[in-house]
């Protein structure tokens, strides 16, 4: 399953990257919105882990044009700031979780987990004939 991974802090690239390959993940990595946008074309990743604070857009931004585009693909958001008024954004946005930096390994795998039972939980709940 591929993840793609938006933030432009090069230490939580590479420390996401490693907690998720070691997990089987297959980790996709972007420093900016625009990057993201071209590796979501070209590789349509299965979930995604965005930090809300970068320079030119920032992640709201993305989110914005990912429910345009790409409804449906699970978007966790990662602040420094988790503040009730950036919580409170993101989910309605559409976040499917949001995880607070800085975050250890274990509470990563967790957030990342449980998202992934809750949309297996949606698709078995939707499928036809349950």
């Known amino acids: 399953m591929k993840i793609l991974v938006v933030d432009d802090e090069n230490i939580v690239l590479s ?8 997990e089987n993940f297959e980790v996709l990595l972007a420093e900016s919105v625009e990057q993201a946008l071209n590796i979501i074309v070209s590789e349509l990743p299965a979930m995604l882990l965005i930090d809300v604070k ?22 966790i958001v990662m602040s420094g700031y988790p503040t009730n008024g950036t919580v409170k954004a993101v989910a309605d946005l559409g976040a499917v979780a949001f995880i607070a930096k800085p975050f250890t390994p274990d509470e990563l795998l967790e957030t990342v987990k ?17």
């Open 54 to 75: 970068m320079p030119a857009h920032d992640g709201m931004y993305l989110m914005e044009k990912v429910n345009e585009k790409w409804p449906g693909i699970p978007i």
């Open 114 to 130: 449980s998202v992934l039972q809750k949309e297996k939980y949606h698709e078995k709940k939707e499928s036809p004939g349950n």
């Open 15 to 22: 420390s996401c990257r490693l907690v998720l390959e070691a």
